[in-house]
């Protein structure tokens, strides 16, 4: 224990008097998760939408008007005919273009029927697909109002309807930022901890200081927990930190338990920071192990589930993020503070995590034994 003492105030104080590391330590982290939530956001409004009314009846207004107040489109242009439309979206300066044909009221009213053109810009495919979504939406909406307007009462008592009330469970509200926040602060903190670790090994041997510990009777262990321990502590502080910033600026409190969340960042910070000693044992720079690291932890962050489902990705890219640690963090950062599991809920994903951190950190030994 002497000897882990000694290496743990050297570590320390090498952490502490370099004042760049401590503000990409906390002041990144902080100003990223302040920013993240607010640009990371996967709703969808003021998608730019030119009409070409070719009808200027009640009814094509009414249609306008009620595509523009729903919140969800703003008006790019009115044009005369399809062309100066088209011209607008050709321009990016529109997202859809509804054409209104001539004679649009009086089909309606006479035939029962009309159709629309609606072109979308399909360049960006989640706003188009989701764009049209909401145009298509509002657009049987307004097509519902009409027929119930042109019935008689008696006779819509006689239709069979079905009523849906939904109910939202555990985010009544749908609020974005109870859902992508906690899983940004995942990734801050495997960020952190993964390449902040990585380069631990690695300036050691940049510096010259690697030969002088080989040859100190200094056990391997001591030397991995030397490099373990100091990274681990600052992940829990910036987890903490990340957790006041979630509720003072968010209004994120924890459904569940508090202590079950330190418990598996505790063991999901050893399996991560066994990641980046693992990367620093094959690493001969520093700048190789920052690529290597930024290498690993995009594929982590872009199959860890936090932008796209997991459930929605091919069967051999579930097989990935089930090797992969930030699957599971997102997992239960979602669990505890949304839905308020409990412990046995996330004993299978600690396991897991456990297990993976176990086979890092024992191949980061074995490995160093190698090189050394």
Not at 34 to 41: D, E, G, T, V
Not at 93 to 109: G, Q, S, T, W
Not at 254 to 283: D, H, R
Not at 313 to 340: C, E, N
Request: aromatic share 12%; proline share 4%; net charge positive.
């Amino acid at each position: 224990m002497r000897t882990l003492k000694f290496l743990l105030q050297k570590e320390f104080r090498q952490i502490f008097r370099n004042k760049s590391l401590l503000r990409m330590l906390f002041m990144v982290p902080i100003v990223q998760l302040i920013i993240l939530p607010q640009a990371a956001n996967f709703t969808v409004k003021n998608i730019n939408i030119a009409f070409v009314d070719l009808d200027h009846s009640t009814y094509s207004q009414q249609l306008i008007n009620k595509v523009l107040s729903s919140g969800y489109f703003k008006l790019a242009a009115s044009t005369p005919d399809y062309k100066a439309a088209y011209e607008l979206i050709e321009k990016d300066k529109a997202d859809i273009v509804v054409e209104i044909p001539h004679d649009f009221e009086r089909n309606l009213e006479t035939e029962g029927t009309q159709k629309l053109s609606v072109s979308v810009n399909a360049i960006n495919g989640v706003k188009a697909s989701v764009g049209s979504g909401y145009l298509t939406s509002i657009i049987q909406d307004y097509n519902n109002n009409i027929r119930v307007n042109w019935i008689q009462p008696s006779k819509i008592n006689q239709l069979p309807t079905i009523e849906v009330v939904a109910s939202n469970w555990y985010n009544p509200t749908l609020s974005y930022y109870l859902f992508m926040v906690p899983g940004i602060l995942v990734l801050l903190v495997t960020l952190i901890g993964g390449n902040m670790t990585s380069q631990n090994i690695v300036r050691e041997k940049e510096m010259g200081t690697i030969e002088q510990i080989n040859v100190t009777p200094i056990k391997k262990y001591h030397f991995i927990l030397g490099k373990l321990i100091p990274f681990w502590v600052l992940g829990i502080l910036l987890f903490t930190l990340g957790l006041l910033i979630a509720r003072v600026v968010y209004g994120i409190v924890p459904l569940g338990s508090v202590a079950l969340l330190y418990l598996f960042v505790s063991v999901y910070l050893v399996t991560i920071m066994g990641f980046g000693l693992l990367i620093s044992t094959y690493s001969e720079t520093p700048m190789q192990a920052t690529s290597l690291t930024f290498f690993f932890v995009q594929i982590f962050n872009l199959m860890g589930g936090l932008f796209t489902p997991i459930d929605s990705m091919p069967a051999w890219a579930k097989v990935i993020t089930d090797v992969i640690p930030i699957s599971y963090f997102i997992k239960v950062m979602r669990m505890i503070v949304i839905k308020g599991s409990h412990f046995q809920d996330i004993l299978p994903h600690i396991l897991i995590v456990l297990l993976m951190g176990v086979v890092l950190n024992t191949w980061a030994i074995i490995n160093y034994r190698k090189t050394t």
